[in-house]
Structure formats: C-alpha cells, structure tokens
C-alpha cells in the first residue's frame, strides 16, 4: 500500500511540475527584449521593415482605389 501511495505521489509531483515550468514559460515568453540589446535591434528592424513593407502596400492600394474611383463617377 505504501508503494501505491509513493507511486501516485510522484506522478502527482511530475505532472505538477511540468504544469509549472510550462507556465512559467509561458509567462515568460512573451517579454519584449531589452532596448539597446543586439536581439532588440533585430526584432525592432524586422517590425520596421514589415511596416514599411505594408505602408507601402497600402499606398499602392489606395492609389489604385482612387483612381478606379475616378473614373467611375
């Protein structure tokens, strides 16, 4: 009886401590980079040129909007 008991306890533990290292990861892995850091330079020039990318997609859009726009009416 006692084996049974220590067996369930350490499933117990091993599924509780999976569950709180999965957590803490969890939490933690969503943390901006520190400013100035090699790995904030990358991400920020990532976003930078996937907003100039976009901005630039949208431009042509509106272009083209405008000017179908026109000559309809």
Do not use: C
């Not at 850091?37 to 997609?57: A, G, H, Q, S």
């Amino acid at each position: 009886m006692n084996g049974v008991v220590n067996f369930v306890r350490f499933i117990t533990y091993s599924v509780a401590a999976v569950a709180v290292r999965k957590g803490w990861n969890w939490l933690t892995a969503d943390v901006d980079p520190i400013t100035g850091t090699k790995e904030f330079d990358k991400d920020f020039y990532v976003t930078k040129e996937k907003y100039n990318r976009l901005k630039k997609k949208k431009g042509e859009y509106d272009e083209a909007n405008r000017k179908s726009r026109w000559y309809v009416n």
